[in-house]
């Protein structure tokens, strides 16, 4: 591996380069959230934070997971046969499936993650698991086949700090995520088509063949509906407070922000009061807004010797890809070109590697210039 350009440190001693840290992301403004964590996926950068890697109750951001393992092993176009083990209590999000329905797949995503219907979670989960230990197993089998599936995702995506011991996020059975596993999650889901066009429907209806107007769903994402966010999901449970994960663009990137165990309250007519969970969001949105500029770093002069550094070794960056940086320390960023032994034009190049001051902000893949 060959360095290129020295032009933040010199040339790295063994020594120098373990002295080289990270980043450290900014602590939120005041709100009532019991975690945070606020990043910017495209460059990696990590923006706010606070107990990210505690692991905590995730209510219904749950079901991300369960989206992931549902888009990767079942066909959307497959037939679900509702049964009476699917449908829930009144007091849990539902859809409002009747038994002996039938519904596709594609539509049972749609009705888990828009209103976070816990019946079509557990339909979704039972078919899936179903496909694995065999049709002949009971839904409690299935279901449980499919719990596995869900801890072997985490597990495979580095959410270490996540175990999961049903698929819809209900208390009592000891599931936990960390704020940072939750955005780890959320990341990988919003790399499907189908998932980032689900997160970011406010309302549907889904075909029935028993009910002639189909099933009306509407999501409880209040910033989806303000038009705020882009997505993603939201989640409430006595023990696990009010959750949120939302998404929203700057350029081509997408920032993903959680928070989770914000309060809730009762509102004067004695419904449960949930409204915390998304003032808290704003509050971190506006941070991110006022506290980050995301620069483009090939543009001229925006880091210095970049540009001429790049075309001296005949590679680039790709186009479009921001670099979220701390406002006050723009005039701070800083470089390092590292390159790989020459090989195949399809090879990575090498990468660069952003600084602000010491601390290392991103890293960017490299490639040979066309």
């Not at 209103?115 to 299935?142: I, K, M």
């Amino acid at each position: 591996m060959l360095v290129a350009l020295f032009a933040l440190f010199g040339p790295p001693t063994g020594t120098q380069a373990a002295e080289i840290s990270r980043y450290q992301s900014m602590s939120p403004p005041p709100i009532t959230a019991d975690a945070v964590f606020v990043t910017d996926t495209l460059s990696g950068t990590e923006l706010i934070a606070l107990n990210a890697d505690a692991p905590l109750p995730p209510a219904s951001l749950t079901k991300i997971v369960s989206a992931l393992v549902i888009l990767e092993r079942a066909n959307l176009d497959d037939i679900v046969e509702i049964l009476g083990d699917d449908l829930v209590s009144a007091e849990e999000s539902q859809v409002g499936l009747v038994a002996g329905d039938r519904l596709t797949v594609r539509d049972l995503l749609f009705g888990m993650l828009i209103p976070s219907g816990n019946d079509a979670t557990l339909a979704l989960a039972r078919y899936v698991g179903a496909s694995v230990v065999g049709q002949s197993a009971s839904p409690d089998e299935s279901v449980a086949e499919f719990v596995t599936l869900m801890n072997q995702k985490a597990a495979e995506l580095g959410a270490s700090a996540s175990q999961f011991a049903n698929p819809t996020g209900i208390d009592g059975d000891g599931n936990v995520m960390s704020a940072r596993d939750v955005a780890i999650v959320t990341t990988a889901a919003l790399e499907d088509p189908l998932f980032r066009e689900i997160v970011a429907t406010t309302s549907a209806v889904l075909e029935s063949e028993v009910l002639s107007d189909g099933y009306a769903i509407t999501t409880t994402n209040t910033l989806l509906l303000e038009g705020v966010v882009t997505g993603v999901k939201t989640g409430t449970t006595p023990l696990a407070g009010g959750c949120l994960v939302t998404s929203f663009t700057v350029g081509s990137n997408d920032v993903v922000a959680v928070v989770l165990g914000s309060d809730i309250g009762e509102s004067s007519d004695g419904f449960q009061d949930n409204s915390a969970r998304f003032v808290d969001t704003k509050a971190l949105l506006e941070a991110v807004r006022a506290d980050y500029v995301w620069l483009d770093p090939v543009s001229p002069g925006v880091v210095s010797g970049l540009i001429e550094e790049l075309s001296v070794w005949q590679v680039d960056l790709a186009a479009g890809e921001l670099l979220p940086v701390p406002a006050t320390r723009a005039e701070e960023v800083r470089y390092r070109l590292v390159l790989e032994p020459p090989g195949s034009p399809e090879d990575p190049a090498g990468h660069v590697q952003f600084y602000v001051g010491e601390q290392l902000l991103s890293e960017r893949a490299a490639r040979q210039a066309n």
